[in-house]
């Protein structure tokens, strides 16, 4: 049983930076993706990771702006998220999935942190 849990989020203006973490013990046998949910709408796909790091993906909506990264050693996935805007306001949630792939599709990862706010705010 693997058991994420995120880090790192908070209350920042628009254009400030934050980053996330996601760690658990065996992670670096997982790919993993970010998620996000914010209040009335459907959790969307954020970012992802395959397990060795050499290939990341991303939403169009935050390309350019969030980095995704990984470092095995530690177990423990990043989200540096950079010219945050108040759209991105949301529950942030890391999952992890026994695959090869990142896939696009929450219902594919087997497991899944409680959750991290992050607010965008003036």
């Known amino acids: 049983q693997l058991q994420l849990v995120e880090s790192g989020g908070g209350l920042v203006q628009p254009g400030g930076s934050l980053r996330l973490s996601c760690a658990a013990s065996g992670l670096d046998s997982y790919a993993i993706a970010w998620f996000r949910q914010a209040p009335g709408k459907e959790r969307e796909f954020v970012a992802g990771?395959?397990?060795?790091?050499?290939?990341?993906i991303y939403a169009d909506s935050v390309k350019g702006r969030f980095t995704i990264s990984r470092d095995n050693a530690k177990n423990t996935v990043y989200l540096q998220m950079n010219s945050l805007k108040p759209e991105d306001t949301a529950v942030y949630y890391c999952?992890?999935?026994?695959?090869?792939?990142?896939?696009?599709?929450?219902?594919?990862?087997?497991?899944w942190g409680q959750g991290t706010q992050v607010t965008i705010s003036s």
């Open positions: 990771i395959i397990r060795s790091g050499d290939i990341t």
């Open positions: 999952a992890a999935a026994d695959a090869m792939a990142v896939r696009y599709s929450a219902s594919v990862y087997d497991y």
